[in-house]
């Protein structure tokens, strides 16, 4: 290797003082996407009881309207790369912005109940290619020494933007006098909770108009000088350039193209480690994390709760997820990712198995008894607490670093698949399930809690401490 050669590879891995605000500032407006999936992923909470009175439907329709979304997610995360690698990624986040302010104004103004489907679609497309672009788009981007660090804020731009959705939420509901279908500034409240998401995504536009394309992107599209530009911004102008687009040159044309194909073998149709990053995902969605998000307000109000409390407790619990992550962010690197799911794993059967326990007894003037209203909520807190440093975060690390190269972009996009079909098999269930029996409902998410103990101990391998090459 030439000295050139080696001097660009340590500009690339070293951190310039001097650029680090202006890449800080890129990652975070590109992470703006991630703070929009989370609020529309959770915003929706505040809504449900007003969607289920205003068009007089019951739990499996309802159901059906909140967990429609998910389809247009998959879809979404389906197809985003394809998108940004035709059109680029700054493209990208433009169309998804703009998806995401048309599925607002639609969801604030719905004609009719399929129609609110409609838009959820929309707005469910917008979170699939953001849940894409932004990570990506940053790797490509982030200085190595930095990317690690940089690539968390699309986790923790996700975890504030459901926190920012609650607070919004019991806002606008206190506003409204503690009404869902209260007037506010001429619409119920509950439209105007839908419809504030106008604002962050109106940013998040403006904001991909200030930041550079991504240089691999500009690289492949035969855009050299922009893309030397763009990496002197981002790694320094005493760089050899040169020598970093050769670099990325060389690395995209040893790049193996995974596809399904590459996949298949073993006895069960997918390769074995597959079938362990599919295992992952789903038990990541069986727990029930996601009822916690989109249900929140309508499981509190069934037990007793008044409804502007119930949009509080929603809000503390974002809060917790808040605090969660960034624990999981700190220890992850520290004592690794297996010891992280198994600690997650412990607490979240005690949680869960405590909103059983509590959701057992019969209602008391409409109401839980005392004792058990107190249980069920602090559970719940640990519950989320638990799945926030560990599972929310390490399964989503395991993906990205489990599987041999030559599958790895195909594994991930099957088992991020997986995600979104168990995610949306959670989400469909819980209103009809609740009906049935609200206890034997988080037994049941206990049991998953619980299996996954024993999944991780025999299937699953630490990843900590070795190089992407390594797994195989």
Aim: one cysteine or more.
């Amino acid at each position: 290797m030439t000295s050139a050669a080696q001097a660009s590879k340590s500009g690339a891995r070293e951190a310039h003082p001097e650029h680090l605000g202006h890449v800080i500032f890129i990652a975070a407006a590109a992470a703006m996407g991630g703070f929009l999936f989370g609020y529309d992923s959770a915003v929706i909470n505040g809504a449900v009881e007003a969607i289920r009175d205003r068009y007089d439907i019951g739990s499996a329709a309802l159901a059906q309207v909140i967990a429609v979304a998910l389809i247009g997610c998959a879809i979404g995360a389906a197809t985003a790369g394809r998108i940004a690698d035709r059109i680029g990624r700054i493209r990208c986040m433009q169309i998804s912005a703009v998806l995401f302010i048309v599925s607002a104004v639609g969801s604030a103004l719905p004609f009719a109940l399929y129609d609110l489907a409609f838009w959820r679609i929309v707005g469910g497309f917008a979170i699939g290619m953001a849940s894409v672009i932004g990570p990506a788009y940053i790797a490509e981007v982030a200085p190595a020494a930095y990317r690690g660090r940089l690539g968390s804020f699309q986790q923790a731009a996700i975890v504030i933007g459901i926190a920012v959705s609650q607070l919004v939420n019991w806002g606008i509901l206190n506003a409204a006098d503690g009404d869902q279908r209260g007037t506010l500034m001429g619409l119920e409240a509950w439209q105007v909770m839908l419809g504030v998401m106008v604002v962050p995504a109106v940013l998040y536009g403006l904001l991909s108009f200030a930041i550079p394309e991504s240089p691999r992107y500009l690289i492949s599209a035969g855009k050299e000088t922009r893309a030397r530009e763009v990496l002197a911004e981002v790694e320094g102008k005493d760089i050899d350039l040169d020598a970093r687009v050769r670099e990325i040159e060389h690395a995209m044309k040893s790049e193996h193209k995974s596809t399904f194909r590459d996949l298949l073998g073993g006895s069960f149709f997918f390769k074995p480690i597959v079938w362990i990053g599919i295992g992952l995902s789903v038990f990541q969605q069986f727990v029930g994390i996601n009822v916690a998000f989109y249900y929140s307000s309508t499981l509190w109000q069934s037990v007793g709760v008044d409804p502007t409390e119930s949009f509080f407790y929603s809000f503390t619990t974002s809060i917790i997820n808040i605090v969660g992550t960034v624990i999981a962010m700190i220890f992850v690197d520290r004592i690794g990712r297996r010891p992280l799911a198994l600690i997650g794993s412990v607490g979240m059967v005690v949680g869960l198995a405590l909103e059983a326990w509590a959701f057992s007894f019969d209602l008391v003037d409409g109401k839980l008894p005392a004792t058990q209203g107190w249980v069920a909520l602090i559970a719940a807190h640990v519950f989320v607490l638990f799945f926030a440093l560990s599972w929310g975060v390490v399964v989503w690390v395991f993906l990205g670093e489990m599987f041999p190269n030559k599958i790895r972009a195909a594994a991930l996009g099957v088992a991020a698949s997986a995600q979104w079909i168990a995610n949306w098999a959670i989400t469909a269930s819980f209103p009809s399930l609740a009906d049935w029996n609200l206890s034997l409902t988080y037994v049941i998410y206990t049991v998953f809690a619980a299996l996954s103990i024993p999944f991780v101990l025999k299937f699953v391998t630490e990843t900590k401490g070795k190089a992407l090459e390594e797994m195989g």
